[in-house]
């Protein structure tokens, strides 16, 4: 069931013709963004780096 909520709350359908070279460069936490791709669960939410 969790999947599928995942993948319901995807803004995009990455395989319906989806250009990987378009994002090769994008990091992979704004793509998540982006897309909104969740994570798999809470716990694997980074905060961010003030370097």
Not at 4 to 15: N, W
Request: aromatic share 8%; net charge negative.
């Amino acid at each position: 069931m969790h999947a599928l909520q995942r993948g319901a709350a995807c803004k995009v359908d990455l395989s319906d013709n989806w250009n990987f070279w378009e994002v090769v460069d994008v990091p992979v936490q704004e793509l998540r963004d982006r897309y909104g791709i969740l994570p798999l669960c809470l716990s694997t939410i980074k905060e961010p780096s003030n370097v």
